[in-house]
């Protein structure tokens, strides 16, 4: 879903169609349909390791000083294991699945919408946590998730997640926004300072709207939309184009928007808050509106294929252990999945708090990404709902 570069740029683009039916959830619990992947055996056991891993992963999740010669986990984990780490950075999880494809990786960090798809592919095997020492200690809410398992069974380890909140300009925006429907019902107010996420996947956050606001409508789940709910969120989002300044898939623009008094309020990762904070240009609160809001959750997986499965195991445990995981949730600026990061983070004491990393209850009401497919996933067994090419094709039309 993101192209990142660590509290420098984010997300880019969104999902591709899934090759099998995916799901969704209410609220953070999503419920997997209609997958049946291949038979992969899981591994039982681990050897010394093959000397070699070969990772695909988003930017800023495997660090060896390339950036900053003090960020470097990666160098401490080759001494530990004998294990030399191959990167290959991916833009988009669209990357990601058709390098997974190839075979010639072991291990990749890939966000929830391209999880089905490399599990209905048959791309990725089966995880045996056991082999995973630090599994143990993952947040319960993020373990056997419909996006990295199929029917009880992990296909992944969790690795950290973030939620695509409400940001406004405190000495623009009165009152303090408390719904979404500060962005979605057309406030003149706000004309020209509005923004939103630049993607298909942004039809989401409408439809999550509507879907609380307009029961009516008869949407069960964000992800999975009729055509004629389709409609209604297109429409809706038509109607906030008038007042939208731009779009953003950029971080450095979106903090650079917000900072020169451009954005009042818009969609924004806590990352983009905590950055423009630190800039104290303007002040800015960011919230998660009492609608809920759609967010994001990775997950490390291993390949069907693997030439290096013991490597690979052994890096999985490795960057999701409480250092490290902390380590790389602090740079990269996101939630770490570890339930013991916490105590490991050196620069930002209230960073944990700041990312409501152990709030269960708060990501209770964050609908993590997922792709849109024919076969609804709202758990109503029907298969009349739009997929993510309709999608594609409104969002160009919400656009031009």
Request: proline share 6%; with cysteine; net charge negative.
């Amino acid at each position: 879903m993101r192209a990142f570069r660590p509290l420098t740029a984010l997300a880019a683009t969104a999902a591709l169609l899934l090759t099998a039916a995916c799901s969704s959830s209410t609220g953070g619990d999503f419920a997997a349909q209609g997958i049946n992947p291949p038979k992969i055996p899981m591994r039982q056991s681990l050897g010394q390791g093959e000397g070699t891993v070969n990772i695909v992963a988003w930017a800023g999740y495997v660090e060896y000083g390339q950036d900053s010669k003090t960020v470097d986990w990666v160098t401490p984990f080759t001494q530990q294991t004998g294990c030399k780490v191959n990167l290959k950075v991916a833009g988009t999880s669209d990357e990601m699945v058709a390098l997974m494809k190839t075979g010639q990786y072991d291990t990749v960090s890939a966000s929830g919408d391209a999880t089905l798809r490399l599990i209905a592919a048959g791309d990725v095997a089966p995880v045996n946590t056991e082999l995973v020492p630090n599994y143990a200690t993952i947040y319960p809410d993020l373990k056997v998730q419909p996006w990295n398992s199929v029917g009880g069974v992990p296909y992944g380890v969790p690795h950290g997640r973030g939620a695509n909140l409400l940001m406004y300009n405190e000495a623009k925006v009165s009152p303090a926004p408390t719904s979404w429907g500060t962005v979605f019902d057309s406030d003149p107010r706000y004309a020209g300072h509005l923004t939103a996420y630049d993607s298909a996947i942004y039809i989401a956050d409408a439809a999550l709207y509507l879907m609380k606001t307009q029961p009516s409508l008869g949407i069960k789940n964000p992800y999975a939309l009729t055509r004629s709910q389709l409609d209604q969120a297109v429409a809706l989002l038509k109607g906030q184009k008038k007042n939208i300044s731009s779009y953003w898939n950029d971080y450095t623009k979106a903090q650079a928007a917000f900072d020169s008094g451009d954005y009042w309020l818009g969609t924004t990762w806590e990352v983009i808050h905590q950055a423009v904070a630190a800039d104290g240009k303007v002040k800015t609160a960011a919230v998660l509106p009492s609608e809920g809001a759609t967010g994001w959750s990775d997950t490390w997986m291993v390949s069907a294929h693997a030439q290096h499965p013991d490597c690979a195991y052994k890096w999985m445990d490795y960057i999701v252990s409480p250092t490290v995981n902390a380590q790389v949730a602090e740079y990269f600026g996101e939630a770490p999945a570890n339930s013991q990061a916490c105590s490991s983070i050196k620069d930002n004491p209230n960073f944990c708090a700041d990312y409501h990393a152990a709030d269960e209850s708060w990501w209770k009401n964050v609908y993590f990404w997922n792709t849109p497919t024919r076969q609804c996933v709202d758990g109503s067994g029907k298969d009349d709902c739009t997929d993510y090419a309709q999608w594609v094709t409104a969002w160009n039309e919400i656009k031009s």
